[in-house]
């Protein structure tokens, strides 16, 4: 085309060079990625943070690796009971529920909390906090389709 055809940028023009940095600023933009923290938005590129994702299946599996069968098991069962119940779970529950014999339950439950911080006990050494869910008031209301409600861990 024409350089002075409406629609196309001759070279050197200011035209151009603005075009050339929005294209340059869009580039960068497709490349970053956005990242929350606290009350600021921090841009990392996007390689780095494709770097950063590749280790974290080998860091969860090596994390969950202290896991038994019966972790999963008391685990599930105290997200549950949580909105089920909508009130904090006492270790004699589960035992009782779950037919674990209530040492092995306490024990479990402090290395879900020591370990993984999967859940947090309140005074009464109750569940009051199972990822994702608590029924301690936080900012974060949940509202299921069943109809309960509760609050986000």
């Known amino acids: 085309m024409d350089p002075g055809t409406p629609g196309t940028l001759a070279a050197g023009s200011d035209d151009l060079n603005q075009e050339l940095e929005i294209r340059r600023e869009v580039y960068l933009m497709d490349n970053t990625v956005l990242l929350g923290r606290e009350y600021q938005i921090l841009t990392t590129p996007q390689e780095m943070w494709k770097q950063h994702l590749i280790h974290i299946p080998q860091h969860t599996q090596a994390t969950l690796i202290f896991m038994t069968d019966l972790h999963h098991q008391v685990r599930y069962f105290v997200v549950r009971e949580l909105v089920n119940r909508q009130k904090p779970v006492e270790p004699g529950f589960i035992s009782d529920r779950l037919e674990i ?21 309140n005074r009464q050494n109750e569940v009051a906090w199972a990822y994702p869910v ?18 986000g861990a």
């Open 101 to 121: 014999p209530l040492e092995q339950v306490n024990i479990i439950l402090e290395e879900l909390e020591r370990k993984l911080f999967f859940l947090v006990r």
């Open 134 to 151: 608590t029924v301690e008031p936080t900012p974060h209301r949940l509202n299921f389709s069943s109809g309960e409600r509760l609050y």
